[in-house]
């Protein structure tokens, strides 16, 4: 019911900064909360972060808190992450996913994903 389309990736040095989009549709949007993961090559695609589309909270894996931040513009149906002090092991295609509100964001039943976009971070 949610179509998403993520755009902002690209390369980038350690250090340096990154904002990536994902534009989201859908008759049920409003209700959604919105997720962002990240595959690297080699590895398992991992939980970056969430957002409560409804009510702003926002929840985030270790390995990204402090770093990275999650934002949403609800008029323009779009989500953020806003990611800082990148480095190397960021380097990952990343996607974002969409899902019914549930009472915690680590519950969400992610069933709507986008194509992703490559983040390259360079040493």
């Known amino acids: 019911q949610v179509q998403l389309v993520e755009s902002g990736g690209g390369l980038v040095q350690a250090g340096g900064s990154l904002r990536l989009s994902c534009a989201a549709s859908?008759?049920?949007?409003?209700?959604?909360?919105m997720g962002w993961f990240r595959q690297a090559p080699g590895k398992e695609r991992e939980f970056v972060g969430a957002i409560s589309w409804s009510g702003g909270k926002t929840y985030y894996a270790d390995s990204v808190k402090g770093r990275f931040t999650i934002s949403r513009d609800n008029a323009k149906n779009t989500v953020y992450l806003q990611m800082n002090t990148l480095k190397p092991e960021d380097t990952a295609v990343y996607f974002c996913?969409?899902?019914?509100?549930?009472?915690?964001?680590?519950?969400?039943?992610?069933?709507?994903w986008g194509q992703g976009t490559q983040v390259t971070v360079s040493s």
């Open positions: 996913a969409a899902g019914p509100t549930m009472p915690r964001l680590t519950m969400t039943p992610w069933g709507s």
């Open positions: 859908g008759r049920t949007f409003s209700s959604y909360a």
